[in-house]
């Protein structure tokens, strides 16, 4: 299934934009609480971390991370690999989650392009969080996820990898296949792929760049399978049956982004939010794959 090229500097600008975007908000200074003991940790307790800053907290009621995480089988000890984390909206539950538990979190950041200062200083930024507080976060091992990226970690030693609300960046670059790849090679067979993403009408046809940011279910799937992955479940919990996805500025009108105008131009002060404020988040897919126990010869 080929996909159209695009230049490395057009990858670099929605690489950065993205990572920053992709949570709906700038990295933040964050306060130092101490995580909870080992044998206390779990998810809820992850999520209710007193480490989450306020308006990440306010979108749980959308992204509804203690049942997504629990579908897609994140577990105590495990090792998770989390593809392009942002501002570390999920990395804030996860690496204190790993930490206490004696798992691992690999952090598939975007590939840092040196003429790129913006690509830089998203990578910079999500170290500094990491490093201000060791004491919560662990040792997150930080990779790599982009066009020519090697591995996002050792080669079959991963429980979970995760792909969340990202994969239409990949479709707009045209890296989708490597990521759905640099999976497979990182998952333990029997290992779990997990996808949150915006989910298009059924029925229509799949713009492989993903511009308006929606993407097909069957199409997710399709990729999924070309990879060597089964689906093995799928979940509605974080469907939005409001999402009329006929937005003037695609999925980003909606919350948390409401851009206002088209990407790169300014805010425009006189569009009404309102009714895109009703609709909420998007409405999204919530996909479990596996990685074949036993591989074809």
Request: proline share 9%.
């Amino acid at each position: 299934m080929p996909r159209p090229a695009s230049s490395l500097s057009r990858r670099s600008v929605l690489f950065a934009a993205a990572a920053l975007g992709a949570c709906g908000r700038e990295p933040a200074a964050q306060p130092k609480a101490a995580p909870q003991a080992a044998e206390g940790m779990t998810l809820e307790q992850a999520v209710a971390g007193a480490w989450r800053l306020p308006a990440d907290k306010a979108r749980d009621a959308w992204r509804h991370p203690v049942e997504s995480l629990k579908f897609w089988g994140v577990a105590p000890g495990q090792t998770v690999v989390e593809f392009w984390p942002g501002a570390g909206w999920y990395t804030d539950i996860l690496a204190p989650f790993l930490a206490q538990t004696g798992g691992k979190l690999y952090a598939a950041n975007l590939q840092p392009d040196p003429a790129d200062p913006a690509s830089v200083a998203v990578i910079d930024a999500y170290r500094r969080k990491l490093a201000d507080n060791p004491r919560l976060y662990g040792q997150v091992e930080i990779t790599a996820f982009g066009p020519t990226s090697g591995p996002v970690a050792p080669a079959g030693s991963a429980d979970v990898v995760l792909f969340l609300r990202n994969l239409h960046n990949w479709m707009a670059a045209g890296i989708a296949e490597k990521a759905f790849r640099d999976a497979f090679a990182a998952l333990k067979p029997g290992g779990i792929l997990g996808i949150e993403e915006h989910r298009a009408n059924v029925g229509g046809v799949q713009d492989v760049l993903a511009a308006d940011g929606y993407v097909q279910q069957a199409y997710v799937t399709q990729l999924a399978q070309e990879a060597g992955f089964t689906l093995a479940a799928a979940s509605e919990i974080n469907a939005n049956p409001k999402d009329t996805k006929d937005h003037p500025f695609g999925v980003w009108t909606l919350p948390p982004v409401r851009r206002s105008s088209p990407r790169g131009q300014p805010d425009d002060p006189a569009f009404d939010h309102a009714k895109y404020d009703a609709i909420g988040e998007s409405d999204r897919m919530t996909l479990r794959f596996a990685k074949p126990v036993a591989t074809q010869p």
